[in-house]
């Protein structure tokens, strides 16, 4: 099939490159987001978002023209949904932004048309709720039009490439379907392109999730296990980690973002019945944030009147993402032990509510009686910790990601205190 014109439906981290990407390759797109600030900031060239190479890519695509961005869809031979599905009070998904997404593609859907579904969705979405919203139109699924299922798998900070070059899976609600989608990601797509069922193409990104969400909570219980038994997780995992068969991932202040830290509640909603383990992992990752207050408190005692110097709020390093962020709800409940905490985010343009910023390092650290890495940024990895001694009173650091070089620090005159340390 050929693709002359397409509608990108939702402009957030996977609609906006997906849009400028195929714009890139010359086929027309229309953006669509039902945000006007973000298109009115589109319009005028500025992006409501962070990701390596994006912003030059859209401003490229803008000027070419290639690119138009609009608050409502039109006609295209094809369109993509990638609208988010985050989750409500209960963990279940809140499948709202699809299901107004499909209800805004039916007055424009024509015959040979395709819509494919990107968003993270439970099993059974494409066939189950987008197939009967987008038949409203009075055109039959696979007779008609052609409909798919094909989940975005790229990693925040490195989007442009994984996009181009990651292997892409088309659920085709029906042979046709798989072909038409594997046509129009070939426009951009060189990694391997495979072909399958809708349902099956939702559980493979389900589980590709799920598993990295189970494997990191086996890293933060085995990093309690170290501190217990007077071992460090770090040297432990990376000695375990040369069997050829295993790769366990790092431990950490928890797990966020708006991927990993919620796609396993699908499962679980969907399935609750068959779904221990999943459901464990997730209740595993999200103590962890409780579990690196309790270290602080083994460090300083009582926190009431204690001065924190956290740096990092971002879900992870090097995005300006805050979204379900562990060091966020590290931050919380330190301020709800009693504790002031002081926050660094280099990424944090503004503020979040409740937290008390500062805008340089030296600032951050002033009155601390403790200095808390909670992100990885790389930023914070070429500090100078003779530098920040000189700008604190204090010295005790708390490294929970395993970012800082213990013995540069206790020369600085630091004791380093690390998550899933327990040796002496
Ligand atoms: N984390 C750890 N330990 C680790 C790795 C990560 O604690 O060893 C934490 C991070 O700090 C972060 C969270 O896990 O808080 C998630 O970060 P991540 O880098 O593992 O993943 P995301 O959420 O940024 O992106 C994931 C990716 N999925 C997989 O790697 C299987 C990405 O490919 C998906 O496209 C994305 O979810 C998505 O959109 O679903």
Known sequence: MEYHKICVIGLGYIGLPTASTFADRGIEVVGVDNNP??????????????????EELVRRVLASGTLRVSSQAEPADAFIIAVPTPFQDGKKADMSYVRSACESVVPHLRKGSLVVLESTSPPR???ELAKPILERSGLQTGRDFLLAYSPERVLPGRILQELVENARVIGGI???SAQAGADLYGIIVRGQIIQTDATTAEMVKLME????????AAANEFSRLAERFGIDIWEAIQIANLHPRVKILSPGPGVGGHCISVDPWFLVESAQDITPLIHTAREVNDSQPAFVVQKIQSILGDLNGKTIAAFGLAYKPDVDDFRESPAVHCVELLQAAGAGVQVYDPFLKGNLPGMRTFATPQETVRSADILLLLVNHTAFRDYDPGKIAADTPARLVLDTVNGWDRSAWQKAGFKVHRLGSGKA
Request: no cysteine.
């Open 37 to 54: 600030e973000i298109i009115t900031g589109l319009q005028q060239g500025r992006l409501h978002l962070y990701e390596p190479g994006l």
């Open 174 to 176: 029906d042979p046709a």
């Open 125 to 127: 979405t494409t066939a």
């Open 209 to 216: 999730n799920t598993y990295r969400d189970i494997n990191i």
